[in-house]
């Protein structure tokens, strides 16, 4: 929901990254308030995963220019672990596979520790079990995820409802979901959909990278924003998805401002 | 040879106890050998300082004192299982009324071992076990007969800047199993050698941890000599750790093919220490099996080495053996070398050996920390997932020693 009082939570000015020697990121702007759902969409190799990773603090990637700042902080300053304990979240589009890490042990590590900067008890083994007995629900998992190792064997659709799990386990305060919908059939989509509205509220804010209509059938952004070229180049609201998923993104290679000045 | 070894030597004292003749005979060995050296394949990437330092200790003359058990371990120790603690001049036998099922060895018992074994291995030169044969002066013989015996639990104290050796001979009867764990415990510039020979009788089980925990400048010299027969089953896990330098061999035979070894082996060295796992596994006969899983894990600037031999001969048809050596290098400045050694003849056999050296995973790494937990925290977490593979075949009641987080205290420093 738009508020215009609401606070910002993340501020994103001119970022430029690039990773090795290539620029990715050119020049990106982008402002989140609380209680907001953003779409972010864009063809492959727009650089989607790369803003959220450059905002998670993914060391391949270096930002040479711009900045990014969660609730008037400077983010880039901070190591990843800092970042996702104050509330930064970000499910990846290809969540990686720990074998020997229980999955278990794993959530409980992450919890406390974000629990712990919010100022939450630490919880011992078996409040974890409780509470993630209870966060199991969310995504309807089975709770024989949690003895098998991170991620190791999980189908691609047990890997994104772990991604969600885990976000309903930390609380973020802005969750970046980085195509969490492919890969998942109709019914396990409704379920993730269903768990991110669940979790969001007027102190959060969402950030869906996606490149179907398909999710924001089922949760409604308040911006869709277009990638191109390692920026925004056009935001609107929930009907502008709509018209993607008809006329497609040609319009972008037509449109002079968006062709690379070199 | 160096005048130093040679005065080491002869500083010994004098042959006495039971041992006496094998003493002569093994001091005469070892200086005829003189101390190994690069051009022998299995010392090739032996730290050679090291090795001549440690020969120059004096050895232990008195018994070694007894180590103050930690809180934690006399917590646990109220199980039905047996402790001894082993050392030098001292026979622990004396001091303890075996249960049931387990019963020492006469003299004559242990020749005949020792001369079965001996015919069976004919093995060319142990330096290892020849320094043992050399410097012990007590030896520990076990029967063990039974499917219910108690879990037996042997411990290997050091004395600070003392050279000590220890053997242990044990054998398993037909039919009979054991759950065997040994502990040796380094002592600050302390080098131990350490002999353990084991005989598996048709049908006998031993489950056997051997655990090597040094403390900075120990050295630790183990050799490992298992005969197996028919339908037994052998499963060793060995864990080593902390040592200056630490060598483990472990030599399985099966006499006539047809039984069970089962291997895993885990190394974790850091700052300067070598450590290294000498294992050579023969076929005497056919339809043996073998399966071996050895694990190394290098950080700092330090040194691993697996060398893993396996000898099917032509007798040894339809074997079915398969190593697999997974190595981490913690470290840019470290070091892990690892070598199969396969000598297969006979032809219808199935052998598969594979080796990798890898590095923590950054994609790993930065996931843990997406999730709120600091690369320290992180690389503990893959280190103990690393760990565990080979931790959790260890018997049971080697949980009281805290092997893990012993383990793991390479990273948090
Ligand atoms: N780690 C990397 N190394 C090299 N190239 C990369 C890396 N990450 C992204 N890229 C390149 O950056 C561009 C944007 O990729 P990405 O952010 O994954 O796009 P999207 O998620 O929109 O499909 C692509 O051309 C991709 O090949
Ligand atoms: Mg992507």
Redo the contacts between chains.
């Keep these: 929901m738009i508020r215009p009082e609401a606070q910002t939570l993340l501020e994103i000015s001119d970022l430029h990254a690039h990773v090795e020697d290539q620029p990715i990121l050119k020049g990106l702007n982008l402002k989140v308030k609380a209680g907001e759902i953003h779409a972010v969409m864009g063809r492959n190799g727009s650089g989607k995963s790369t803003l959220s990773k450059v905002i998670?603090?993914?060391?391949?990637y270096t930002v040479c220019k711009g900045q990014v700042l969660f609730q008037g902080e400077n983010l880039l300053e901070m190591?990843?672990?800092i970042?996702?304990?104050i509330g930064i979240?970000?499910g990846?589009q290809y969540?990686?596979e720990?074998?020997?890490?229980?999955n278990l042990?794993?959530l409980r590590?992450?919890t406390n520790?974000?629990r712990e900067?919010i100022g939450k008890e630490e919880l011992d083994t078996f409040d974890f079990e409780d509470l993630v007995n209870e966060r199991l629900k969310v995504v309807q998992m089975d709770p024989s995820f949690l003895e098998r190792?991170v991620n190791e064997g999980f189908s691609g659709g047990e890997k994104k409802r772990n991604e969600i799990l885990?976000m309903a386990l930390?609380e973020p305060t802005i969750a970046i979901l980085d195509e969490t919908d492919s890969g998942l059939d109709i019914d396990a989509l409704r379920i993730v959909a269903k768990g991110v509205n669940q979790l969001a509220n007027e102190d959060n804010a969402t950030l869906l990278i996606t490149h179907y209509q398909r999710l924001l059938n089922e949760i409604t952004p308040d911006y869709v924003h277009v990638m191109a070229g390692g920026k925004i180049v056009r935001t609107g609201g929930s009907e502008l998805a709509i018209e993607l998923e008809r006329s497609g993104y040609e319009w972008i290679d037509s449109d002079k401002n968006n062709q690379e000045v070199k | 040879m160096s005048f130093e070894y040679k005065n080491w030597i002869n500083a010994l004292p004098e042959p006495n106890g039971v041992l006496a003749k094998i003493q002569i005979e093994g001091r005469s060995l070892i200086q005829n050998l003189g101390i190994p050296s690069r051009e022998i394949e299995n010392w090739r990437l032996t730290d050679l300082k090291k090795l001549e330092s440690l020969l120059t200790l004096p050895i232990s003359k008195e018994q070694v004192q007894q180590r103050t058990p930690s809180s934690a371990e006399l917590a646990d120790q109220n199980d039905a299982g047996v402790r001894l603690t082993l050392s030098p001049n001292r026979n622990p036998l004396q001091l303890i009324t075996l249960p049931y099922g387990i019963r020492e060895l006469s003299k004559d018992e242990i020749k005949e071992i020792m001369k079965f074994k001996m015919s069976k291995i004919k093995s060319k030169v142990d330096w290892t076990k020849l320094l043992n044969h050399a410097t012990a002066n007590q030896i520990v013989g076990l029967n063990i007969k039974g499917t219910n015996v108690p879990s037996l639990e042997l411990i290997m104290p050091a004395n600070a800047s003392e050279f000590s050796s220890t053997r242990i001979i044990i054998n398993v009867e037909k039919g009979s199993k054991l759950e065997l764990l040994e502990v040796v415990i380094g002592a600050k510039k302390s080098a131990q050698n350490h002999l353990i020979e084991i005989n598996l009788e048709e049908s006998a089980e031993l489950k056997h941890g051997l655990i090597g925990l040094g403390v900075s400048e120990a050295s630790l010299l183990a050799h490992l000599s298992v005969t197996q027969k028919p339908n037994s089953t052998y499963s060793l896990s060995s864990v080593q750790h902390g040592w200056s330098l630490g060598r483990c061999e472990q030599h399985i035979k099966q006499v006539e093919g047809q039984a069970q070894s089962i291997i895993r082996g885990l190394q974790i060295s850091k700052g300067n220490e070598q450590l290294a796992t000498h294992s050579l596994v023969s076929f005497d006969g056919p339809e043996g099996s073998l399966d071996q899983l050895q694990k190394s894990a290098a950080a700092d600037q330090s040194h691993c080495i697996f060398n893993g031999a396996i000898k099917v001969p032509q007798k040894a048809q339809k074997t079915n053996a398969a190593q697999l050596s997974r190595n981490l290098l913690i470290s840019e400045n470290a070091r892990i070398d690892t070598k199969p050694e396969l000598e297969i003849i006979a032809d219808d056999v199935r052998c598969t050996h594979g080796a990798t050296v890898s590095q923590l995973q950054e994609d790993e790494i930065f996931y843990l920390q997406s999730r709120g937990i600091t690369t320290d925290q992180a690389t503990a977490l893959l280190l103990k997932g690393y760990c565990q593979e080979i931790l959790k075949g260890l018997p049971a009641n080697a949980g009281r020693w805290g092997i893990l987080k012993k383990l793991l205290e390479i990273v948090k420093r």
Excluded: N
């Design positions: 998670a603090g993914h060391p391949a190591e990843p672990e970042r996702a304990r979240f970000l990846f969540p990686i720990i074998p020997g890490v229980s042990e794993f590590v992450a520790a974000r900067q190792s885990q930390l």
